[in-house]
């Protein structure tokens, strides 16, 4: 690495191509060399922003466990929204998502021989997600959720970085290599060829995690099979794409709730509704039924229920139009279902 590139590194600048190359020969870079210039450079920020380099820890924007000294982790912004040169300057980018709905853009890298995911955003609606998803990851845990381990800030935006989850995305054509989830080569497709077993345990995963989620007083919003990612060799499902939980009971401000209308409760498409946990469980309802049936949207004639009767019964009640029908609770879904899969 030149000097000048070196500088451009030191004061968080990857303005041109040449620059940019260098940054990736950066990566390339001993990891103890790597961590000293980081060092270096952690420093030289703060300092220009008039924070001493002893208080560098308290000036970060953000970190939700210490691991040590990291190039990444312990970012505290960058200073282009051109986020994917910077990663490809601390390792090696090998996946890259563009073009979704929410506004975010999302890149792996692996650096040292560990894996992350970041995402990011410029749009200001979709950085007010990301840091609802700050405010929930710092509040709820899960083994199944996919870690948040630190944030940054861009010049005009927000990043986050999550532990890289290994696995298949059960519905989402957009990412490299992903078709519709009526392909029968879908990720999608391949989960509901499981054996029932794995199908009724994933379920089970997902009101777990929702109960975690309400026991700190969360709603769900906008969740939908995109957030699920499933392990077939581990035979596990992971949780991703959380931003939007926010705590409960609220009104409704919008005239429709995010969402996918698979999964959402009649309340969520009224202006001025009440939302709350019960509507929580008409969501957690229809993802039994969306990967339960044999239906492509989750259908919820009986015939194509691969479940038993007792679990749609609890399915049934759960989504039922009107709140007052429903389960009152998570915590009071989980135990009807529960009490379903041993009968």
């Not at 029968?184 to 777990?208: G, M, Q, W, Y």
Request: aromatic content about 10%.
């Amino acid at each position: 690495m030149t000097t000048r590139s070196i500088h451009h590194w030191l004061t968080g600048k990857w303005n041109s191509h040449s620059d940019q190359r260098h940054a990736r020969r950066f990566s390339a870079l001993p990891a103890a060399d790597r961590v000293s210039l980081y060092e270096t450079r952690l420093s030289v920020i703060h300092t220009r922003r008039g924070c001493p380099a002893a208080g560098a820890a308290g000036c970060r924007a953000g970190r939700v466990r210490s691991v040590g000294g990291h190039p990444l982790l312990d970012l505290t912004s960058i200073e282009a929204d051109d986020v994917e040169a910077f990663l490809s300057g601390l390792g090696v980018v090998f996946v890259v998502h563009r073009g979704h709905d929410s506004g975010n853009t999302s890149a792996a890298v692996e650096i040292d021989g560990r894996r992350w995911f970041v995402k990011w955003a410029t749009d200001p609606e979709a950085v007010s997600h990301l840091k609802s998803a700050v405010r929930f990851h710092t509040t709820v845990s899960h083994p199944a959720i996919a870690a948040l381990r630190g944030w940054f800030t861009l010049p005009s935006g927000m990043a986050l970085i999550h532990d890289w989850i290994t696995g298949k995305v059960l519905n989402d054509p957009l990412v490299p290599g992903g078709v519709p989830r009526a392909d029968p080569r879908s990720a999608f497709a391949r989960f509901r060829r499981l054996d029932l077993r794995e199908n009724l345990a994933a379920v089970s995963t997902v009101f777990d995690v929702h109960r975690a989620a309400a026991d700190q007083g969360f709603v769900a919003v906008d969740f939908y099979d995109g957030c699920l990612i499933y392990d077939f060799g581990r035979h596990a499902v992971r949780f991703c794409d959380l931003d939007c939980y926010r705590p409960g009971p609220y009104i409704l401000d919008r005239d429709r709730q995010y969402g996918s209308t698979r999964f959402m409760a009649p309340e969520e498409f009224r202006r001025g509704a009440q939302i709350d946990e019960r509507t929580t469980v008409f969501t957690l309802g229809r993802a039994a039924f969306v990967l339960l049936s044999n239906g492509q949207r989750g259908e919820q004639a009986r015939s194509l229920w691969r479940g038993s009767d007792t679990q749609y019964r609890v399915a049934q009640t759960a989504t039922q139009a009107d709140p007052a029908r429903r389960y009152q609770s998570v915590a009071e879904l989980c135990r009807s279902w529960r009490s379903a899969l041993s009968q």
